[in-house]
């Protein structure tokens, strides 16, 4: 059963840094592109960042671009999105999602994570 | 950026009836690269739709996808009860890979 588990949110100050983790479980991880969505609460799904399965190319939404970094350690079968400088409209939920897998990378969220808070207030 | 509009903002029925949501993108999404999903309040997203008209694992065949360019559409051919959700679809033709605001499908 494919399981996706995010952690490492909370409540940070603006300007601060927090590294949110997706740990992988039931597939082979280092064969599936990953996506984190957040969504600010009472709106809608904003896509920000995507990561192919061997980690080399990455994508960024342009709200988050120069400030979070995705990554991925597949030894450890595990996502990171570091976010720095964060801000108040950086305020989500934040979920991990699984790819498509197969012959051409999607960032199409297959299997979802429950989320992640992350509360950017002084 | 691809900007995607979704119509209506809410669509109000009754179960049973059949459900047509919108959405239009603002440049081609080619090689129908736009995908359709599903949240219920205070759960994690569902994929329902794929490739514009590929039904992802496991979703009933009441829902269905269609469309091509910059035109696309939702079906839900009878809604039962737990179909009352908002939908959104996202397009990953090109980055940044964005999202509709949603449709919201409530009871009437």
């Known amino acids: 059963e494919v399981q996706l588990v995010e952690s490492g949110g909370g409540l940070v100050q603006p300007g601060g840094s927090l590294r949110l983790s997706c740990a992988a479980s039931?597939?082979?991880?280092?064969?599936?592109?990953m996506t984190w969505v957040r969504q600010a609460p009472g709106e809608g799904l904003e896509w920000v960042s995507s990561i192919r399965d061997s980690g080399g190319i990455t994508y960024y939404a342009d709200s988050v671009k120069g400030r979070f970094t995705v990554s991925r350690d597949n030894s450890k079968n595990t996502l990171y999105l570091q976010m720095n400088s964060l801000r108040a409209e950086d305020t989500a939920m934040y979920y991990c999602?699984?790819?498509?897998?197969?012959?051409?990378?999607?960032?199409?969220?297959?299997?979802w994570g429950q989320g992640t808070l992350v509360t950017v207030s002084s | 950026e691809i900007v995607l509009t979704q119509s209506p903002g809410t669509l109000s029925l009754s179960p049973g009836e059949r459900a047509t949501l919108s959405c239009r993108a603002s440049q081609s999404v080619s090689s129908s690269y736009l995908a359709w999903y599903q949240q219920k309040r205070g759960q994690a997203p569902r994929l329902l739709i794929y490739g514009a008209s590929s039904r992802a694992t496991g979703i009933p065949d009441r829902f269905s996808g269609s469309g091509s360019g910059t035109d696309f559409t939702l079906t839900i051919s009878r809604l039962e009860p737990e179909d009352f959700a908002i939908y959104y679809c996202?397009?990953?033709?090109?980055?940044?890979?964005?999202f509709g605001p949603g449709t919201k499908v409530d009871i009437k």
């Open positions: 039931g597939f082979t991880f280092s064969s599936y592109a």
């Open positions: 999602a699984r790819g498509p897998g197969g012959s051409s990378w999607s960032p199409v969220g297959v299997y």
């Open positions: 996202q397009q990953y033709v090109s980055s940044p890979f964005t």
